[in-house]
């Protein structure tokens, strides 16, 4: 049973960092892609950014470029996303997918497992 937990999210103030976990279990990890997407109150879900099976590879999202980074470790199992100068325009459910024996993607529906969010508010 494959599972993706996501943690690290909270109130931050902008400009603030933070950053996000994603704990998996019951998949190849160390031969899976990681994503981050995220879903921001009545807009749909979004890319955020995704890694290559071995960390060598990664793509971000416009919005987050230069701000955000992807990360993942394969001992630990773990992927992350480091969040500086934090906006308004990030607060969203924040979500954890895994894509195994795949390489990275940007499209939601061809990421195969997904966690179930942790919520990120940047206030003013």
């Known amino acids: 049973q494959v599972q993706l937990v996501e943690s690290g999210g909270g109130l931050v103030q902008a400009g603030d960092s933070l950053r996000l976990f994603c704990a998996a279990s019951g998949l190849p ?64 459910v924040y979500y954890c997918a895994a894509r195994p024996w795949s390489a990275r993607t940007t499209i939601l529906t061809e990421w195969s497992y997904w966690g179930q969010g942790t919520q990120v508010i940047v206030s003013s």
């Not at 290559?52 to 993942?72: C, E, L, M």
Request: proline content about 2%.
């Open 29 to 92: 990890f160390s031969t899976s892609a990681m994503g981050w997407f995220r879903q921001a109150p009545g807009k749909e879900r979004e890319f955020v950014a995704a890694i290559n099976w071995n960390g060598g590879d990664t793509g971000y999202a416009d919005s987050v470029k230069g701000r955000f980074t992807i990360s993942k470790d394969n001992a630990k199992k773990t992927a992350y996303l480091q969040m500086n100068s934090l906006t308004l325009e990030d607060t969203a």
